[in-house]
């Protein structure tokens, strides 16, 4: 038995998944809501018996490892060290990877090398000196703080880092250059981050996986942008991650809510006074994939943006986000207008307290459209409505919607009718966006296959339900092959075996088939009341199956009939003839049982 195998059978998927994620028992599988795309009825299932998860509204699935992989975004190698570990097994060989994860490897250790070398030269280095006392003075920060963060500073210099990792580790200008570390000029290798303050960025895991670097003149013209990003490489993707969430997501955990500020010092400033449940989208505004990484952590999010037009704008595109995600969201305001890292600074003990004071989303986008235009004339009343309303009527709950569409009502001087009348048209035109939208759509009879193959085999005596079907189609061939496959190896191995046994008949699949065998077994069915409603859900199913089938056949035959007439093949016309006359006689009988 190989390492996999070993570990598939230490690890129960169910314990494993459970770790993450509320499942609930629905017959012999279990449910819950997918963590890897939004929705509010779950179709996230997770099978005990055949230990595999699928996901039927995004589509994902597979095992213990697949899941992992998808759910902390690693690779395989790194699901196999892990899943070991938890285990208790000893790898018996090194771990396989893929010429990609060893330059993912590659880039971690760099990375690695250059926080540690930038943190060096801010603590100990003369080059470091004036950054130092940048932070020290102009930021209030500390000697821990800084090492909590492993903040550094890029010298001055063209080939600062480039010639420490060059020549003293062996490392050659592609590597850097694939880590975002340098760029080549005129053939010359060049420190990207030059005579900046280095916030490295890490992964939930701890990985380095780029840097953030503030230019220390900001009023020099050469120094370019405020803060510049390493760009997107094999380990980074920008909108995936998240500033500070290495060191916060314990504390995350604890309060069951994040805080989520907009720069790096609106992170490192609260840390110092304990606030530690804190990161920074360094981005405009919060992505999908960020908030379903802070999902896993909390149940709230709480935003603290600057309070200018920008901080604003992206605070109100974050909370249409997050609603969208179906996540618990509110807002501080800092008082005085000012930002959270300034605010810190000036007054903890205020801060703190604003953070106790979170506003409700609908609150802040209301006093916020208000504070911005003019509430009396016509101009103003409609950008109101347009900042408002889009938020607003995704309310689900009634009551609260009612209490802020009154809330708004008044501002505007409007009735809640009115503004009911409004959300509607809104509503209606996502609704058409959504129609339109180019959707693949099983049509019923692509579905019912699968469903009837599904009711079978989620039938709590496999055996008596195959039987009960089969006295319907009688022979009658699937549409699909591969539903028409699984059943004809379901008729072999029933006519064989008194008892079903799920692990046993799986065995007798070929392997092309075990994709569609299991999405049929794990499918989430409509609760059926009892047995007798069931074993008529079955009955019902087939017929349609037959009906289907039957139809098939004869548009096939009465092309045949054409072709056969056309070539004056009249022997074989009239074999098709009699053929479809069979067809039309079984259709009909068919559905005279239906009708009864
Ligand atoms: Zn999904």
């Known amino acids: 038995m190989d390492d996999v195998e070993k570990i598939k059978q230490k690890i129960d998927i169910v314990d494993l998944i459970s770790e993450h994620l509320t499942l609930k028992k629905t017959g012999r599988n279990f449910k819950a809501n997918c963590p890897f795309h939004s929705e509010k ?115 001055n210099r063209n080939n600062s880092l480039t010639s420490y990792l060059m020549r003293k580790k062996g490392y050659k200008p592609e590597d850097l250059t694939n880590a975002g570390l340098a760029t080549i000029r005129n053939g010359r290798v060049i420190d990207f981050f030059r005579h900046r303050i280095i916030f490295p960025i890490s992964d939930s895991r701890g990985n380095v996986i780029a840097f953030s670097g503030r230019a220390l003149d900001i009023n020099s013209a050469l120094e370019g942008p405020k803060y510049i990003n390493t760009r997107e490489t094999i380990v980074y993707k920008k909108s995936d991650s998240l500033f500070g969430l290495n060191l916060a997501k314990d504390e995350i955990k604890k309060e069951n809510r994040v805080i989520v500020v907009e720069g790096e010092f609106d992170v490192i400033s609260p840390y110092k006074e304990g606030i530690k449940n804190i990161v920074a989208i360094k981005g405009t505004a919060l992505t999908e994939s960020q908030v379903r990484i802070l999902k896993r952590y909390a149940e709230k999010i709480t935003f603290c943006f600057d309070t200018d037009r920008a901080g604003e704008e992206a605070q109100r595109r974050s909370i249409q986000m997050v609603e969208k995600e179906n996540v618990l969201a509110s807002v501080i305001v800092p008082p005085e207008g000012k930002d959270p890292d300034e605010l810190v600074n000036e007054d903890p003990v205020l801060f703190k307290k604003a953070v106790k004071k979170d506003i409700s989303i609908y609150d802040f986008i209301i006093d916020s459209a208000v504070g911005n235009f003019e509430t009396k004339t016509v101009e103003g009343k409609r950008k109101i409505l347009d900042k408002t309303l889009p938020v607003l009527s995704l309310i689900e709950n009634a009551v609260i919607k009612e209490h802020y569409f009154k809330k708004l009502g008044r501002l505007l001087d409007t009735s809640v009718e009115s503004l009911n009348k409004e959300a509607d048209k809104i509503k209606n035109q996502k609704n058409v966006k959504e129609d339109i939208l180019p959707k693949k759509k099983l049509t019923r009879e692509e579905m019912i296959e699968p469903y009837l193959i599904s009711l079978i085999l989620q039938y709590k005596q496999v055996n008596k339900a195959y039987l009960i079907c089969e006295e319907t189609l009688q022979g009658t061939d699937f549409c699909l092959t591969a539903y028409n496959r699984i059943y004809s190896f379901l008729g072999d191995y029933v006519s064989q075996q008194e008892n079903f046994f799920m692990g046993d008949f799986v065995k007798t699949l070929p392997s092309e088939l075990l994709e569609a065998f299991d999405k049929c077994y794990l499918a989430p069915l409509a609760f059926l009341e009892d047995e007798k409603q069931y074993l008529s859900e079955i009955q019902k199913t087939a017929k349609e199956v037959k009906t289907n089938s039957l139809k098939s056949k004869l548009k096939n035959v009465s092309e045949k009939i054409k072709e056969k007439e056309k070539n004056g093949q009249e022997k074989e016309a009239e074999e098709a003839r009699q053929e479809f006359l069979e067809l039309t006689k079984l259709l009909k009988q068919n559905s005279v049982i239906l009708i009864k």
């Open 41 to 155: 009825t779950p179709s996230f299932v997770v099978s005990p018996e055949r230990q595999i998860w699928h996901c039927f509204g995004c589509q994902k699935g597979g095992d213990i490892f697949t899941f992992l992989m998808e759910y902390e975004k690693t690779d395989f190698p790194e699901s196999l060290k892990y899943l070991a570990d938890k285990a208790g097994i000893k790898l018996s060989g090194p771990v396989f990877q893929t010429e990609k994860e060893k330059q993912k490897e590659t880039i971690y250790s760099l990375n690695h090398l250059a926080s540690t070398y930038y943190n060096y030269i801010l603590l100990n280095h003369n080059a470091g000196k004036d950054a130092l006392a940048y932070l020290f003075e102009k930021r209030k920060l500390n000697l821990d703080i800084i090492k909590k963060f492993n903040l550094g500073y890029a010298p």
